[in-house]
């Protein structure tokens, strides 16, 4: 499985943007990028996908580099709901998603 | 929609005896998971299934552990018998596609 790299945790205030960085540097082209969070006591939630270009949706935008190596989570305005492990995984279509660590991200009031 | 259903919320046992979980997945979603996550670590894959066929169960600890999906919709996981390194909450998600996957809220096990 491909493998990812992300910080253990992170730190941001409220109503500031978050930018979440996610390392795949063994990254395979027909690998998509899925990222997903985790409330406390809840199960993980799907956030956002992309394969090459850069994706928006409601809830937050996934930023890939050109060669693709890595991306960058990026929730433009950070509420205290959004606190919550962030999980950046690698998967080709529909395959099992393999978890890794992901980072803990804390909002501050 | 419905979410993923999981029952019970909670559950504890004395180490030795046996306990099963059971998940009703979003209507129409053909692929079904059940993974494992203990304290403080990301969920592990256990099992998957496509309709009522096994895709996927090299994770699962086949001696004690086993899975299956009742007709392609509810399916059920049991461990018999539950070891103290069981503790954990499993986790049910259903996926239509393979991308974006829905996942239930876990039951939590606690052997003791």
């Known amino acids: 499985d491909a493998k990812t790299t992300q910080p253990n945790s992170m730190e941001s205030n409220e109503e500031e943007p978050v930018h979440l960085p996610c390392n795949h540097s063994t990254i395979s082209g027909t690998d998509y990028i899925h990222w997903y969070r985790q409330l406390p006591s809840q199960g993980p939630e799907y956030v956002i996908h992309?394969?090459?270009s850069n994706v928006n949706n409601r809830m937050a935008s996934l930023a890939i580099a050109e060669d693709r190596k890595s991306s960058t989570l990026i929730l433009h305005r950070a509420t205290l709901r959004d606190a919550a492990v962030y999980y950046c995984?690698?998967?080709?279509?529909?395959?099992?998603?393999?978890f890794g660590q992901g980072t803990r991200l804390t909002i501050n009031p | 929609e419905a979410g993923v259903a999981q029952s019970p919320r909670y559950k504890i046992i004395e180490k030795r005896q046996s306990v099963a979980f059971w998940c009703n997945p979003i209507s129409g979603h053909a692929t079904l998971y059940w993974y494992q996550q203990i304290l403080g670590q990301g969920p592990k894959l256990l099992i998957q299934f496509q309709n009522n066929g096994v895709v996927d169960d090299s994770q699962l600890p086949k001696d004690r552990f086993s899975a299956e999906r009742l007709k392609g919709v509810d399916s059920t996981l049991k461990i018999q018998p539950a070891k103290l390194e069981d503790s954990a909450v499993y986790l049910c998600?259903?996926?239509?596609?393979?991308?974006?996957?829905?996942f239930g809220s876990g039951t939590r096990l606690t052997v003791v």
């Open positions: 995984i690698l998967g080709e279509g529909a395959q099992k998603l393999v």
């Open positions: 992309g394969l090459t």
């Open positions: 998600a259903s996926s239509l596609t393979g991308i974006g996957y829905t």
